[in-house]
T-cell receptor
C-alpha cells in the first residue's frame, strides 16, 4: 500500500532556479515528515524534516512546506546547484512510531 | 561517510538459497533498521532492533529474519530466496530507541541479485 507517493519520477531544472519536489500522503495519522537525498552507490542521507505542528521549515537553501489539509508536502531548493542532482525521497511516520514510509523518489537533475 | 557499514556490497546467489547481510551501526547508536529497495520502488521498512531487542516490524516476509548482537551489529537473514527478492538492502542506525524524530543514518547498502 502506497501511503506516501511521489508522482514525479524525475525533474530537471536549470542551475540557479528553484527546484520543487512534491509528495502526497494518504494516512492522516502521519505527523512527522522527512526528506532524504540519495546519490548513486550511497545510502540516503537526511536532509530536512517537519513536524505536523508546523507548516514550514527552512534550512539554508532547503525549505519544506506542509499542507495538512491537502496531505501534501513539498521541498523547495533555492537556488538549485548541480551538486543537488540526486534522488530525493519523501518519508512519513507517526511520531514515536518507527514504521517510516517512503515514497518512490524523484530524480532531480540540475543542469549547469 | 555516515559511519554505518554494510557487508557485502554485492551478493549474487540462486533461487532457494539463503544469505546473510551484515550491518555495523554508527558508534554509540543503539537502534538498527533494515530497509528493502526494489527496482524503482521507495524504501520499504522491514524491521528495527533496539539494544538487542526487536522494536518494530514492517513489511518483512516470514522467510526473512534479523537479529542484533551484544556488540550492536545486526544481521538480516534471507532464506528460500526468490527472484523478487533481488533488491538493494539498506541498514540505518539512530542513537536512541527510535523516536521518529531521531535522524536515521544509512549505510551504503547491499545489492542482492537472485538468479
Amino acid at each position: 500500500d502506497q501511503q506516501v507517493k511521489q508522482n514525479s519520477p524525475s525533474l530537471s531544472v536549470q542551475e540557479g532556479r528553484i527546484s520543487i519536489l512534491n509528495c502526497d500522503y494518504t494516512n492522516s495519522m502521519f505527523d512527522y515528515f522527512l526528506w532524504y537525498k540519495k546519490y548513486p552507490a550511497e545510502g540516503p542521507t537526511f536532509l530536512i524534516s517537519i513536524s505536523s505542528i508546523k507548516d514550514k521549515n527552512e534550512d539554508g537553501r532547503f525549505t519544506v512546506f506542509l499542507n495538512k489539509s491537502a496531505k501534501h508536502l513539498s521541498l523547495h531548493i533555492v537556488p538549485s546547484q548541480p551538486g543537488d542532482s540526486a534522488v530525493y525521497f519523501c518519508a512519513a511516520s507517526r511520531e514515536r512510531n518507527n514504521d517510516m514510509r517512503f515514497g518512490a523518489g524523484t530524480r532531480l537533475t540540475v543542469k549547469p | 561517510d555516515s559511519g554505518v557499514t554494510q557487508t557485502p556490497k554485492h551478493l549474487i546467489t540462486a533461487t532457494g538459497q539463503r544469505v546473510t547481510l551484515r550491518c555495523s551501526p554508527r558508534s554509540g547508536d543503539l537502534s538498527v533498521y533494515w530497509y528493502q529497495q526494489s527496482l524503482d520502488q521507495g524504501l520499504q521498512f522491514l524491521i528495527q532492533y533496539y539494544n538487542g531487542e526487536e522494536r518494530a516490524k514492517g513489511n518483512i516476509l516470514e522467510r526473512f529474519s534479523a537479529q542484533q548482537f551484544p556488540d550492536l551489529h545486526s544481521e538480516l537473514n534471507l532464506s528460500s530466496l526468490e527472484l523478487g527478492d533481488s533488491a538493494l538492502y539498506f541498514c540505518a542506525s539512530s542513537p536512541h530507541s527510535g523516536l521518529s524524530t531521531d535522524t536515521q543514518y544509512f549505510g551504503p547498502g547491499t545489492r542482492l541479485t537472485v538468479l
